[in-house]
């Protein structure tokens, strides 16, 4: 069992682009949510998704930022139109129910 | 709002040194509380605690959560240089999503 496996682990954007991030959760767990970790802060919840399912965003920014969980396919959280306060790393966490989940390790984005 | 703090935010240790961590929590649906260390990668998962003045184990480390005063500790005795990290504390407020809110973090160094 390979884990939570995120990819890009660094991924560098410019003001304006678009930043896709990928999460492929442990096999058998349909429950994926995504953190956001600033410098010197603790994670912030993001978003919680099932299968094709968005279940809470309420830790999403209104604007620039979305995810899905399709039904083949890794989770993807995308940012457009990146700015500089975007940079953060962004966790992934995995579970087979709505708790005891497993965490990647980690999409470190900076924004130039 | 649900709000967790931890204290102290820093502290530096030399090997062989007993240490406490502490998370004060406020949240209206408390499920349970979690200990996770992040080192430079994911946070891996510690402890989870439901009940309160039961103490969990592993190792060197222990925990134990107080319900009616809404903390918990992290105790590590015996302190190594592999102990230095964030030490992450989070609550699962939230009824029955599985969404955790942590705190700041404690940020442990050990000399040796």
């Known amino acids: 069992n390979a884990g939570v496996m995120q990819n890009p682990r660094h991924l560098v954007r410019r003001r304006g682009q678009e930043a896709r991030l990928r999460c492929s959760p442990m096999?058998?767990?349909?429950?994926v949510y995504w953190y956001r970790q600033l410098p010197e802060e603790g994670l912030k919840f993001m978003v919680y998704?099932?299968?094709?399912?968005?279940?809470?965003e309420s830790g999403m920014p209104k604007e620039r930022f979305s995810a899905e969980f399709p039904k083949e396919g890794p989770s993807i959280l995308r940012i457009q139109q990146v700015v500089r306060g975007d940079s953060a790393a962004y966790f992934c966490?995995?579970?087979?129910?709505?708790?005891?989940?497993?965490f990647g390790s980690g999409t470190r984005l900076t924004v130039v | 709002e649900d709000k967790v703090v931890q204290s102290p935010l820093s502290l530096v240790v030399h090997e062989g040194d007993t240490v406490t961590l502490n998370c004060s929590y406020e949240?209206?649906?408390?499920?349970?509380l979690l200990w996770y260390k992040q080192e430079k990668k994911a946070p891996t998962f510690l402890f989870m605690l439901t009940s309160s003045g039961i103490e969990k184990k592993s190792g060197r480390l222990s925990s134990i959560l107080d319900k009616k005063e809404l903390f918990s500790i992290l105790n590590i005795t015996a302190t190594q240089t592999g102990d230095s990290a964030i030490y992450l504390c989070a609550v699962d407020g939230s009824g029955n999503t599985g969404k955790l809110i942590f705190g700041q973090g404690t940020t442990l160094q050990v000399k040796p």
């Open positions: 096999k058998g767990h349909s429950h």
């Open positions: 998704l099932q299968k094709e399912n968005i279940i809470d």
């Open positions: 966490a995995s579970s087979p129910a709505n708790y005891g989940y497993t």
């Open positions: 949240v209206t649906n408390f499920r349970s």
